[in-house]
């Protein structure tokens, strides 16, 4: 069962334009939410995060947005450019307690390209 | 600064023989991960270490996958015998302490099993 679902294999979006990227998950123990970027031949790399507690987080062209209600997460990158052209991959973990020790639970990735 | 390092990048092996993989974690990492990646089922993790000592190995997918963590700065991951379906691409990953979820990925290996 995928607990940690983006539903949109790839996207494609012109460079300058807004890219949105989603995700949804299932668990509502998830509490902490990552979103990570992974370029080819390298390893993901983090990019924002977002804790239950707060419904946005922004760091420079990246916003993260969270619904607790819908169990959504969104990641907008305005504006956008072809540098930004790689794999993002929404993960969520449940740290309540401090009772996780950081597992991960990854959705499937979307394959952003930003064209010129 | 050195990042997670793995190696090798890349191995082909045929069925049935034994594949070493290795990883360098971060200097001062005390979480190590093991993740794997392919088409059907994204990125899962596969096996957890905190200061060397497994924690928790669930997601290991039977018991021809074996992981080690002899010292603060080396792990390994054992497929014997492997088989064509262990083809992935393996990725390590280490945090600064427990509990920490913005981990530091290597460049991962592309295993092949023929």
């Known amino acids: 069962d995928q607990q940690v679902k983006q539903n949109s294999p790839s996207l494609s979006v012109q460079e300058g334009r807004i890219s949105i990227l989603n995700c949804d998950y299932t668990?509502?123990?998830?509490?902490?939410f990552l979103w990570y970027k992974k370029y080819p031949a390298e390893g993901p790399t983090f990019l924002i995060s977002i804790s239950s507690i707060k419904d946005k987080n922004e760091d420079g062209r990246f916003t993260v947005f969270l619904n607790k209600s819908a169990k959504h997460l969104s990641l907008h990158i305005v504006p956008s450019q072809p540098g930004d052209s790689a794999v993002y991959f929404c993960a969520a973990s449940a740290n309540a307690g401090g009772t996780s020790y950081g597992k991960l639970t990854f959705g499937q990735g979307t394959i952003l390209t930003v064209h010129p | 600064d050195a990042g997670v390092i793995q190696s090798p990048r890349h191995e082909v092996t045929e069925m049935g023989q034994e594949v070493t993989l290795r990883c360098k974690p971060i200097s001062g990492h005390n979480s190590l991960f093991w993740y794997r990646q392919t088409m059907m089922r994204g990125l899962e993790l596969l096996i957890y270490f905190n200061n060397n000592v497994p924690i928790d190995d669930s997601g290991m997918p039977e018991d021809r996958f074996s992981a080690k963590m002899p010292n603060a700065s080396f792990s390994t991951l054992k497929i014997q015998p492997s088989e064509p379906r262990d083809s992935a691409v393996y990725f390590c990953?280490?945090?600064?302490?427990?509990?920490?979820?913005?981990?530091?990925f290597g460049q991962g290996t592309r295993l092949t099993v023929v």
């Open positions: 668990n509502s123990m998830f509490d902490y």
């Open positions: 990953a280490s945090t600064p302490f427990y509990g920490n979820t913005e981990a530091f």
